[in-house]
């Protein structure tokens, strides 16, 4: 079973429509990167977060430690936001105190005009 | 800042030829990481480097694949001999870790698209 499951993995929308993708881990985690990629390849950040909400723009992430969840939003959806998004999880190295990032497989959004 | 720089950003190449992939990480990030995408099973980490040392090379796939740090400025994956089943994108990111463990953020480069046919 993948560490960290994301839902759903594909998601068409409207226009204008509230967008809301899930991420699901089953390790404990130092922090939840969400992370956007375009068509033609390039992965950008876009929240690191560790606790509570995070809110850039359109965009917000909320995190759940005890339940080990995490949601993005997007509010207002645009064209522009088609991508894939991409939730990773910060755990530890086993035996050491060195970090990696596991990632789910992805959430392809499109946004429909 | 450039951020993180890749090349090539595609290679094609025979099955059974080596392939160095190259990555320079941002200036002053002290982590290096390399991942694998593919349509089958998303992102990967292959390995990871703190201060040039290789801290995890637990998703190198077998043998033929290798990973070098010679500074902090550079570092190369290589596939010797390479396999048709090697096809991917290829990405290095970096961070830096002020304080070991601390949460930071990671930066990608555009990735390199290797083919091997």
């Known amino acids: 079973k993948n560490e960290v499951e994301q839902s759903p993995q594909n998601l068409t929308a409207q226009e204008g429509e509230f967008i809301t993708i899930n991420c699901s881990y089953s390790?404990?985690?130092?922090?939840l990167h969400w992370l956007q990629q375009h068509p033609g390849g390039g992965i950008v950040s876009l929240f690191m977060?560790?606790?509570g909400k995070k809110k850039h723009g359109r965009l917000i992430a909320t995190i759940n430690i005890q339940e080990k969840h995490s949601s993005l939003h997007i509010t207002a959806s645009h064209p522009r936001d088609s991508a894939v998004y991409i939730c990773?999880?910060?755990?530890?190295?086993?035996?050491?105190?060195?970090?990696?990032?596991?990632f789910g497989k992805g959430t392809l959004l499109t946004v429909n005009p | 800042d450039a951020g993180v720089i890749q090349s090539p950003r595609h290679e094609v190449t025979e099955m059974g030829q080596e392939v160095t992939l190259r990555c320079k990480p941002i200036?002053?990030?002290?982590?290096l990481f390399w991942y694998r995408q593919t349509m089958m099973r998303g992102l990967e980490l292959l390995i990871y480097?703190?201060?040039?040392?290789?801290?995890?090379d637990s998703g190198m796939p077998e043998d033929r694949f290798s990973a070098k740090m010679p500074n902090a400025s550079f570092s190369t994956l290589k596939i010797q001999p390479s396999e048709p089943r090697d096809s991917a994108v290829y990405f290095c990111?970096?961070?830096?870790?002020?304080?070991?463990?601390?949460?930071?953020?990671?930066?990608f480069g555009q990735g390199t698209r290797l083919t091997v046919v």
């Open positions: 200036s002053g990030h002290n982590s």
């Open positions: 480097f703190n201060n040039n040392v290789p801290i995890d």
């Open positions: 990773a999880v910060r755990v530890r190295v086993s035996g050491g105190s060195n970090y990696k990032l596991t």
């Open positions: 990111a970096s961070s830096r870790e002020v304080v070991q463990g601390e949460n930071t953020e990671a930066f």
């Open positions: 390790v404990g985690i130092s922090a």
């Open positions: 977060l560790s606790s």
